[in-house]
């Protein structure tokens, strides 16, 4: 599968964004789906998942993003609410072969990614 990413973008804090990414080659459904996100210096870090229906949150975005995916569309969704200059990073999503309802947030247990979008939050 080949995933692309868009919706980034600058933004103050508090502001609202919304993260699509969607499958050029190959089919969503047949994987669970994740966002992960990489700020400058820092490694690639897990924001959230979702396997069929189930979805996953870092305890730092929960309550403020929600992840959705539309199989009919081939696309997953990230909702990002509240926005704070610390969610300020590039984000990917990914595909996960492994699609059983469990929480998983290595980056290695994904098979594939898609390039990142940037979103920048302003204090």
């Known amino acids: 599968v080949q995933l692309q990413a868009f919706g980034g973008g600058l933004v103050q804090a508090g502001d609202s964004l919304r993260l699509a990414c969607t499958a050029s080659?190959?089919?969503?459904?047949?994987?669970?789906m994740g966002w992960f996100r990489q700020a400058p210096g820092k490694e690639r870090e897990f924001v959230a998942r979702i396997t069929w229906a189930t979805p996953y949150y870092a305890d730092s975005v929960k309550g403020r993003f929600t992840i959705s995916r539309d199989n009919d569309k081939n696309t997953v969704y990230l909702q990002m609410f509240s926005l704070k200059p610390e969610d300020t990073a590039v984000y990917y999503c990914?595909?996960?072969?492994?699609?059983?309802?469990?929480?998983?947030?290595?980056?290695?247990?994904?098979?594939?990614w898609g390039q990142g979008t940037q979103v920048t939050v302003s204090s």
């Open positions: 080659v190959g089919t969503i459904s047949k994987y669970s």
């Open positions: 990914a595909a996960d072969n492994f699609r059983a309802v469990v929480q998983r947030t290595s980056p290695r247990d994904y098979d594939f």
